[in-house]
């Protein structure tokens, strides 16, 4: 059974840190490309981070570049997102997301407020 769990969210204050965590069980993690996704109330989901299997390239969204870092750790099926600088616009549930060919699959989503 494929499974996608994120921790780690939860009310920080603008320009506090937050480090999300998705662990993966129920398929071959390490070739898998692993993404967080985050969705705003009322708006449509965007891609926030991207990894591919290995971890030798990432890519992010125009509006959190410099501010979130992805990384995995295949040995522990884990994937991370690292989130500095946090504004109320970052508020959202954010998704983890692992997909490899034409399979893909999604966590239940966790929330972050950023909000004094």
């Known amino acids: 059974q494929v499974q996608l769990v994120e921790s780690g969210g939860g009310l920080v204050q603008p320009g506090g840190s937050l480090r999300l965590s998705c662990a993966a069980s129920?398929?071959?993690?390490?070739?898998?490309?692993m993404s967080w996704y985050r969705q705003a109330a009322g708006k449509a989901r965007e891609l926030v981070a991207y990894?591919?299997?290995?971890?030798?390239?990432?890519k992010y969204g125009d509006s959190v570049k410099g501010r979130l870092t992805i990384s995995r750790d295949n040995a522990k099926n884990t994937v991370y997102l690292q989130m500095n600088s946090l504004k109320p616009e970052d508020s959202a549930v954010y998704y983890c997301?692992?997909?490899?060919?034409?399979?893909?699959?999604w966590g239940q989503g966790i929330q972050v407020t950023v909000s004094s």
């Open positions: 129920g398929f071959t993690f390490s070739t898998y490309a």
């Open positions: 990894i591919t299997s290995t971890g030798g390239f990432t």
């Open positions: 997301n692992a997909k490899r060919y034409s399979y893909a699959y």
